[in-house]
């Protein structure tokens, strides 16, 4: 690997993710979040896991979710109180002295920017495999754009370096390349593909819609092809759309 652009904080990061006990995943929609987190919750059922939010509000909305479907939730706790159990929270920096390993750690809102995103990874304990989460969503990105520029608090310099923030986070979420080798060139350096993020195990990642298809080949069997496929997303989405109403799709939902 080459380290001559890098300092040593960067080097210590490059070192980390090259440990292989730090998978990094992205994840975009359609995949629906709430499903996405209780997957990784069962996955690792009674181990820790970190999901981090932006704001407050979006904490404690979430975790009375969780708690209602039985989860042992910690919302913001101080690191010598943490246990094996789902924490949320809107600040790493509580987790810098976190004393148990952390299985996974999901970023449901977009980081400022990748270097904030690595602050974060560099914060987990991973003495554990760990998987390293991004839910990205490009419309997202669009609303802290437009965010920014409406802010009058701050000077062009300020948003320009904000913009390129969230930039940095988009190229990470949005490459095809091995995601460890993208935070290496954004760092200055270089490294081997690592074999275990999702973009390098993409073609053996594919999602199980086995049971959607067949509910949509069942749907458009059961209503003798009389519907076209937008009729049918619609009938499969419960719309309300007079012909399906009229001729009783309805019932197929
Ligand atoms: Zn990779």
Not at 145 to 151: A, E, M, Y
Not at 171 to 180: F, G, I, P, V
Not at 245 to 253: D, P, S, T, V
């Amino acid at each position: 690997m080459s380290t001559n652009k890098m300092n040593s904080q960067n080097s210590s990061i490059i070192q980390k993710l090259s440990s292989q006990t730090i998978k990094l995943r992205v994840v975009q929609p359609p995949i629906n979040i709430k499903r996405l987190l209780i997957g990784y919750i069962d996955k690792y059922k009674g181990q820790a896991g970190i999901i981090c939010v932006r704001s407050a509000e979006e904490g404690n909305a979430l975790a009375t979710y969780l708690r209602a479907r039985h989860v042992n939730v910690a919302v913001s706790c101080a690191p010598d109180q943490m246990k094996d159990q789902i924490f949320i929270t809107t600040n790493l920096a509580n987790f810098r002295k976190c004393p148990v390993n952390v299985r996974f750690m999901i970023h449901i809102s977009s980081p400022k920017s990748l270097g904030e995103y690595l602050l974060d990874i560099r914060s987990v304990k991973n003495d554990l495999p760990c998987e390293v989460i991004l839910y990205f969503k490009q419309a997202n990105t669009k609303k802290q754009w437009w965010t920014i520029n409406k802010r009058i608090d701050i000077d062009n310099e300020e948003k320009i370096r904000q913009y390129n923030g969230l930039q940095s986070v988009a190229q990470y979420a949005n490459t095809s390349r091995c995601l460890r080798k993208e935070i290496a060139r954004y760092l200055g350096g270089d490294c081997h593909p690592c074999h275990q993020c999702s973009n390098c195990l993409y073609k053996g990642e594919l999602d199980d819609i086995t049971l959607e298809s067949q509910t949509l080949i069942a749907l458009v069997k059961l209503t003798h092809g009389q519907y076209n496929k937008i009729s049918i997303a619609k009938i499969v989405t419960g719309s309300q759309n007079q012909r399906i109403l009229e001729n009783g799709a309805k019932i197929y939902e």
